[in-house]
């Protein structure tokens, strides 16, 4: 019996329909669609009408529910693999799956589709033709100002994630290194409430001190060498769902 495919599907990361034609058809097609949150999951497959089963693969179970999905595959069974939001294998358990399914020798394919890490550095302003992605900074203070701290010489744009809580700590860190910098804070990307803050540290800083951090952020920082813009110039999207 040959193996099945495990499919790695990205899947909007705010906006229902920023989703390829060819994602959906594989979503329809596959025998079971393993994601990082069912009840997440179920809101994207409702809308297109997906009656494929879900099936949990989060970072607390990745190990025993790899295992499982690894023997189905060999049974020939196709899976599709799909994180919160966009691309799975990007900060996220989708990464020792592919992983497993690549060194027992069965087939992965990508259905390619969006990231916020791209849509984020595009819509920043600053360089795009060489950066460094970061995942997540460290939550203690101290491990987070000396990851920051390694930055200070980058010649590259670098780009991070950054959690609504930890948002404000974040960039008094990036004001203490690396001075009052000009970058760019990016906020539920392709969602109702989008919005795009590009300007000074302290300026963007003071704007979220008077307006409560919410959703999911990302922060792109210059190279070292470059600078932008002037003042703070938000923008927000007015078409999103």
Excluded: W
């Amino acid at each position: 019996m040959s193996s099945g495919t495990l499919h790695v599907v990205a899947t909007p990361i705010g906006n229902l329909k920023d989703i390829t034609i060819r994602a959906v058809e594989v979503l329809k097609g596959v025998d079971l669609i393993a994601a990082e949150d069912t009840r997440h999951t179920k809101i994207l497959t409702n809308h297109y009408d997906i009656k494929i089963p879900l099936t949990s693969y989060f970072e607390h179970n990745r190990i025993t529910k790899g295992d499982y999905l690894i023997r189905l595959l060999k049974e020939g069974k196709d899976i599709a693999l799909v994180s919160d939001a966009g691309t799975p294998g990007i900060s996220d358990p989708g990464a020792h799956i592919i992983g497993l399914a690549i060194k027992e020798g069965i087939g992965v394919i990508g259905i390619p589709g969006p990231t916020a890490i791209i849509l984020g550095l595009i819509l920043s302003g600053m360089p795009t033709d060489r950066f460094i992605f970061d995942g997540f900074l460290p939550n203690k203070s101290g491990t987070r100002k000396k990851r920051l701290a390694g930055f200070r010489d980058e010649k590259r744009t670098v780009v991070f994630y950054e959690s609504p809580h930890r948002i404000l700590k974040t960039l008094y860190d990036i004001l203490q290194i690396f001075g009052d910098i000009r970058i760019c804070v990016a906020r539920e990307l392709t969602k109702k409430f989008e919005e795009i803050l590009r300007g000074r540290v302290s300026e963007i800083a003071a704007h979220f001190e008077k307006s409560k951090p919410r959703g999911e952020f990302l922060v792109v920082i210059s190279p070292h060498t470059k600078d932008f813009g002037v003042g703070v110039n938000p923008s927000r999207g007015s078409e999103n769902g």
